[in-house]
């Protein structure tokens, strides 16, 4: 009966955040130098012409909508992932130096290695960030492991590898052409391939992700209590943490580093259904999606006909509520 009460509380509400992120994904296809009345969008995706508008839809504006759904997908349930496991409410890919790391490791190749595929940048993204979450947690673990601690330790090694993204840029500047404004998190541009990119590498993710669920909501209640409960402590965090900086390191290769979208999108979702991660990490898929697409419409708007970088407007965003959330827990 609790079961069942449940259910039907929650389907409505992940029934709204999948409308929400139709509306959202149409939104972002009507809007831009031309806009394209709603209706014209909906006709256009189902029944395309030989009118410049369908043009506009199906090559430009379609495959920059869908490659934000994944990356708001991708950001927000890496940020679940690395909440529950950590068991810190400050976590999230760009505050533990995820997002940095993934950003230099992929300027690295573009500088030393390009004729890299395209396949493997993704790869690369994530072994950035598992460096630099790896010293992260090595330079916490020394002073000892707090939410606070460990955020600002994630703080500074993101501040120290930026620096050397900085420093990569104006050494080689010819090669790095083009490649800043995708480092401010922009999803200016994004084509079908960089759809094509990201898909096959965050679409699986995201459904392990579900099905690890279950096994996150232990490790949330603590080591001792997971391993009373049978669970393999160990290879579940192994396994969520994998999947988490595979997420980001996705998300980043596309669309650059976005922080704070993967810390904010999770305490959405569980203010709206509670703690339990089989709900969490699905609806922050769903809201993560939505709002990073709503965030890419507004940055096109503030100053039409430029485009300011949806990475900034989310941080502009995002920030103030790190800051909340730290008075919280300090």
């Known amino acids: 009966m609790t079961r069942s009460l449940r259910l039907t509380q929650t389907l409505p ?50 495959p920059r909508a869908l490659t934000a759904l994944l990356v708001g997908a991708a950001l927000g349930v890496s940020g679940a992932m690395m909440q529950g496991v950590t068991r810190n409410p400050l976590t999230e890919p760009g505050i533990l130096g995820v997002n940095a790391g993934a950003a230099l490791a992929l300027l690295l190749g573009v500088v030393f290695f390009p004729g890299l595929p395209a396949w493997a940048t993704v790869l690369l993204a994530a072994l950035g960030g598992v460096g630099a979450a790896a010293l992260v947690y090595s330079i916490t673990a020394a002073v000892g492991l707090t939410p606070v601690r460990l955020a600002l330790a994630g703080i500074a090694v993101g501040a ?41 590498w965050a679409l699986p993710a995201l459904l392990l992700a579900v099905a690890l669920s279950q096994q996150v909501n232990l490790l949330a209640l603590g080591e001792e209590v997971a391993q009373s409960l049978g669970a393999r402590v160990g290879l579940v965090r192994l396994l969520a943490t994998g999947l988490a900086v595979l997420l980001a390191g996705a998300a980043v290769s596309v669309a650059g580093p976005i922080g704070f979208l993967g810390l904010v999108v999770p305490h959405l979702a569980r203010w709206l259904v509670g703690a339990d991660y089989r709900r969490v990490i699905p609806l922050s898929a769903l809201l993560g999606a939505s709002l990073l697409s709503l965030a890419d419409v507004a940055a096109r708007l503030i100053d039409r006909p430029l485009e300011t970088p949806v990475g900034i407007l989310v941080v502009a965003l995002g920030a103030p509520f790190f800051v909340y959330l730290a008075r919280r827990v300090s």
Do not use: C, K, Q, Y
Not at 18 to 43: H, K, Q, T, Y
Not at 168 to 177: G, P, V
Not at 187 to 199: D, Q, V
């Open 160 to 200: 120290m590898l930026g620096a050397a993204t900085s420093f990569l840029l104006i050494m080689f500047e010819e090669r790095t052409r083009g490649a800043f404004i995708n480092l401010s998190g922009s999803l200016a541009g994004r084509t079908w391939e960089h759809f094509w990119i990201i898909l096959p």
């Open 13 to 62: 509400l992940f029934a709204l955040a999948a409308g929400l992120m139709a509306f959202s994904l149409l939104l972002a296809i009507s809007v831009g130098a031309v806009d394209i009345p709603l209706g014209e969008v909906w006709r256009l995706l189902f029944w395309p012409d030989a009118s410049n508008s369908s043009l506009i839809v199906h090559t430009l504006r379609l």
